[in-house]
């Protein structure tokens, strides 16, 4: 029975062998494979991680140079920031901040060049659009139109259209373009949200140009005076 068992063993054990020396280099590399995946997986959410910290630390030197009102230690926190970090959410909003910034201390060209970085590097289409429009603004201010509407093509997120066809219209209407200009707020209007304030001042310029775009409710009494 021993001797039995002993041959039944061995024959296993032969049948295991053979089955390694035919599979045993392809299950190890699926096996290095797997491990390798997770590993590299691991160290990518590890790297994401770190440079997540330290775009964010660098975002709040951004941040106190602004605040300071440092340009020179401004522009040199943010060029660090786009240099290490140009890739991530942090830097794009860094550059918003220096834009701003700088808009408002009258350095106009150094506002556009940040709001063009943004609006060519952003992965983000939110950010992208936001760049393009306060772009658009700034050439405004600086009376390029052309330049201005330039911004304003292409395509933008369902969400920015509005605000789109506003700033189309405003710079029409300083072309004295006021055909197109009536058209862009009209259709800005019908986009936003009727509980924003901001419908409001689209209302306004409509008014300005002679145009009314909520006409006035037909009281009950004329409603009886037209089925009569």
């Known amino acids: 029975m021993a001797k039995h068992l002993d041959l039944e063993e061995q024959e296993q054990l032969d049948q295991l062998k053979h089955f390694w020396n035919q599979y045993g280099n392809l299950i190890t590399w699926v096996l290095i494979a797997v491990f390798g995946s ?6 990518w959410q590890y790297w994401q991680r770190t440079q ?20 020179a230690r401004l522009d040199r926190s943010f060029a660090d920031m786009k240099d290490k970090f140009g890739g991530t959410v942090f ?28 609006a060519d590097k952003a992965g983000d289409p939110g950010y992208q659009s936001l760049a393009r429009l306060r772009l658009a603004s700034v050439l405004l201010e600086a009376k390029a139109y052309d330049d201005a509407l330039k911004q304003l093509s292409g395509t933008f997120p369902a969400e920015f259209q509005p605000l789109v066809a506003d700033r189309r219209g405003d710079i029409y209407l300083l072309q004295g373009k006021k055909a197109e200009a009536r058209e862009a707020f009209a259709l800005a209007f019908k986009g936003l949200d009727e509980r924003t304030e901001y419908r409001r001042l689209v209302e306004v310029k409509l008014n300005s140009l002679g145009v009314d775009p909520q006409p006035p ?5 004329a409603d009886a005076g037209a089925k009569s």
């Open 52 to 71: 997540s910290v330290q775009a964010s630390a660098l975002y709040e030197e951004v941040n106190r140079a602004a605040q300071m009102g440092d340009a």
């Open 91 to 118: 830097a794009q909003q860094a550059g918003l901040l220096v834009a701003k910034t700088l808009f408002e201390k009258g350095n106009v060209d150094g506002a556009k060049a940040a709001l063009t970085w943004v």
């Open 217 to 221: 409710k037909a009281t009950p009494a």
């Open 38 to 43: 997770v590993a590299a997986w691991n160290g």
